[in-house]
């Protein structure tokens, strides 16, 4: 078995550089011919050390591994696959309020970023639809992974999630 260290300490950008953070790998998927790992970039006590990182592993060759820092996304948990676009959950600190983004594999930026209210944790992507949890609340958020022609990606609106106060739940979203 090979393994391939992933960078840690101030090569992640801490918010502290007294506390810098540990890759905390949470989540990898395949998609265009490459390895997609999620880095949570948390420290030693668990605690968010800065923004998560997402890494562009070549399966046939480890030392060719581009990092992209995923702005204002904390503790990066989970990622699912959309024909060119990832689908990833920030779950931040849990006292905090999360988010989702899309990345798209081919321009290589965050296309899209929507404040969740809660903590999403898990992600999901079947057909056009992209799906989310909250493990603050009790709902299932629903999300249009499609560009259909333009930049706009929506949360469902008929589904649409109200953002709330921490500690409070969200309300219970049917997927549509």
Do not use: R
Not at 14 to 25: E, M, S, V, Y
Not at 61 to 80: G, M
Not at 81 to 87: G, K, S, Y
Request: proline share 6%.
């Amino acid at each position: 078995m090979d393994v391939y260290n992933l960078p840690l300490g101030l090569a992640l950008h801490p918010t502290d550089p007294c506390h810098p953070g540990n890759a905390t790998p949470s989540d990898l998927k395949f998609s265009g011919g490459k390895v997609w790992v999620l880095l949570g970039n948390l420290d030693s006590a668990f605690h968010v050390a800065g923004n998560s990182f997402l890494a562009q592993v070549d399966p046939n060759n480890f030392s060719n591994t581009h990092y992209y820092e995923l702005q204002d996304c904390k503790n990066a948990t989970s990622l699912a696959t959309a024909t060119t676009l990832l689908l990833i959950a920030c779950t931040n600190d849990y006292a905090s309020p999360g988010k989702a983004l899309l990345f798209d594999t081919e321009s290589l930026t965050v296309v899209w970023d929507y404040a969740t209210g809660g903590a999403p944790t898990s992600t999901a992507v079947l057909g056009n639809k992209g799906y989310l949890n909250d493990v603050l609340g009790s709902g299932v958020m629903s999300v249009d992974v499609t560009l259909a022609g333009s930049s706009t990606i929506f949360v469902d609106s008929a589904h649409e999630v109200p953002a709330c106060p921490v500690g409070q739940y969200l309300a219970s979203v049917a997927a549509g």
